[in-house]
């Protein structure tokens, strides 16, 4: 088995300013790579808090949207109960009224017989 053995020669890595062309674009290659990890990781997770934002609001609205009907129920079946509880009420005005009315001309005969 032959270990092949490179030898690079240090001082004639960097000769020409293209070679230094090359390794500077390979760092701003690299940098630019990490950069857009971190921005896809950020976006990521601004995504899913969204996600959740709207699942919480949507949470929310379902349950407004089921008290809301919860209160229309209430409100139709006691619906069915008013006209029937208004015609009571006002039978017995008219009747409170009479009754007043009544009690008014007995005082007022009281007093044209005493006169």
């Keep these: 088995m032959k270990i092949l053995k490179l030898k690079i020669n240090y001082k004639t890595m960097l000769v020409t ?7 500077a674009l390979s760092f701003v290659i690299l940098w630019a ?28 609205l379902d349950l407004v949207d089921q008290i809301l009907a919860a209160i229309k129920n209430k409100v139709g079946d006691t619906a069915s109960y008013i006209p029937p509880l208004i ?23 009281r007093r044209r017989a005493k006169k």
């Design 33 to 60: 790579g990490i950069c857009l990890g971190f921005c896809a990781f950020y976006c990521a997770l601004m995504m899913r808090d969204f996600r959740k934002i709207t699942a919480s609001i949507k949470k929310k």
């Design 87 to 109: 015609d009571g009420v006002s039978k017995l005005s008219e009747a409170f009224r009479k009754r007043q009315a009544a009690k008014a001309t007995k005082k007022s005969r």
């Design 17 to 23: 300013s293209r070679d230094i062309f090359w390794l």
